[in-house]
């Protein structure tokens, strides 16, 4: 299939059934969003894979009691920095002169004028920019999990602050952004199984400039 067919057979799965998948789909789905595009390159999220059930347990009150906390087979987590250090902007530049054999300090003065720009913002100006680029590493793991036809359901209902505080977060230097939720569908019991896929129609989503 194309991945716009596997696009038209993905919905939001409302019910899903318990069972596991695959661990090697699941790597290649963080594998997928792993190997997103972001701003500078600086990939400022990281993504906590949860398939503990007792963890998914205490998750799921959080989340507004959504069963596909508990009924998936595995939660992805997107986490975005809570700031921008120096260590953390310098890090991507670090490992992009050893693993293109690049001289040291090649990139200085475009890292330098970025960690100067960053420093004339707040740290909730960071964390926002930081979650943009989480959202193009989820979207793709989205695509993914759907040209592996495994379910996932995008999920922002849930509290952040709590989440972040059961999992440890800030003293990781994270802050929640939004979690995917891994498994396949309960087709007798998934109320949005069978209806059709509705999407604003191209000609009032493109704005035609040409």
Known sequence: MSLIEDLQWRYATKKMSGRAVDQ???????????????????????????????????????AFNQSQI???????????????TKERVDAPFKQQEIERG????????????????????????????????????????????????????????????QLDELLGLEKLGLRSVTILALGYRDEENDWLLNLKKVRIQKEDFVINYN
């Open 24 to 62: 090697e789909k699941v790597d290649q789905i963080v594998e997928a969003a792993r190997l997103a595009p972001t701003s500078s390159g600086l990939h400022p999220f990281k993504i906590i894979e949860i398939s503990n059930p007792e963890l998914k347990k205490k998750i799921q009150p959080i």
């Open 102 to 161: 690049l001289p040291a300090g090649f990139a200085d003065d475009y890292k330098n004028g970025l960690f100067a720009k960053l420093q004339t913002q707040s740290k909730d100006q960071h964390f926002e920019h930081a979650a943009r680029q989480a959202y193009i590493g989820f979207g793709l793991a989205i695509a993914a999990a759907a040209e592996l036809k495994v379910d996932a359901t995008p999920m922002e209902g849930f509290i952040n602050q």
């Open 70 to 84: 508990v009924d998936s087979s595995h939660l992805l987590v997107f986490a975005a920095y809570d700031e921008y």
